[in-house]
C-alpha cells in the first residue's frame, strides 16, 4: 500500500529540491552591496512618518469592501456569458435584474460621497 504513496513523496522531494536550489543559486550569486536606501524599513518613495502599527481610517475598509463588492460582480458575468443560450430570457433578466439593484447601490454609494478619498 505504501508503494502507491512513493510518486508523491518523490514528487515532494523533488519540488523541495528545486525550490532550495533556486534559492541558494540566487543567495551565491546575487550582488552583496549594502546600501542604506536598500536597508531602510520602507522602498515606497519617503521616509516613515509614523508607527508602522498605526490604525487604519474606517474609510480605507469601507472602500475596499466596496472594490470587493463591485468588482465580484463581474465573476458572474463569465458563467451567466457561457450559458445565456440555455438558460433563455429567464437567465437574462435575472441578470438584468442583479445588474439593477447593484447599479442603484452603486448610485446610492457615489452620492453619499463613500467612493471619495480624502
Known sequence: MLENYLPILIFILVGIAV?????????VLSPHKPDA?????YECGFEAFEDAR?????????VAILFILFD??????????VVL????????????????ILVIGFIYEWKKGALEWE
Open 54 to 62: 498605526m490604525k487604519f481610517d474606517v474609510r480605507f475598509y469601507l
Open 85 to 100: 443560450d440555455q438558460i433563455g430570457p429567464v437567465g437574462f433578466w435575472a441578470m438584468m435584474l442583479f445588474l439593477g
Open 19 to 27: 525550490g532550495m536550489a533556486f534559492l541558494v543559486i540566487g543567495f
Open 37 to 41: 536606501e536598500k536597508g531602510s524599513p
Open 72 to 81: 465580484l460582480e463581474i465573476a458572474f458575468f463569465f458563467p451567466w456569458a
